[in-house]
């Protein structure tokens, strides 16, 4: 399994940023799948989450600003981020929900910096 999370950067607060990841050797269609994030200094957070069969969930902190999606035929799991917050700076990764307890799934991420 690979989970290619790409589409950080430095915006400016208020801005937008879309995160993509691209799946290979697992169905996004067939797996609950997460984006989290690590801020500085602090633990790795689930940020969305999308199931198998479409539900999504949201952390409160970003309910009303990001959305979580995917495109099956692309085998790719989006996060469009809208409004960006400081606070919201932190490595992003997209994970498979049944993986998030193997240490050795999480791949390098991307980083989003939102500035002041």
């Known amino acids: 399994v690979q989970l290619q999370a790409s589409g950080g950067g430095l915006v400016q607060a208020g801005g937008s940023l879309r995160l993509s990841c691209a799946a290979s050797?697992?169905?996004?269609?067939?797996?609950?799948m997460g984006w989290y994030r690590q801020g500085p200094g602090k633990q790795r957070e689930r940020v969305a989450s999308?199931?198998?069969?479409?539900?999504?969930n949201y952390a409160d902190s970003v309910r009303g600003r990001f959305t979580i999606s995917r495109d099956n035929a692309k085998n790719t799991v989006y996060l469009q981020m809208n409004s960006l917050k400081v606070e919201d700076t932190a490595v992003y990764y997209c994970n498979a929900l049944y993986r998030i307890r193997d240490e050795g799934s999480w791949g390098q991420g991307t980083l989003v910096t939102v500035s002041s």
């Open positions: 050797g697992i169905r996004i269609s067939t797996n609950g």
């Open positions: 999308i199931s198998a069969g479409g539900i999504t």
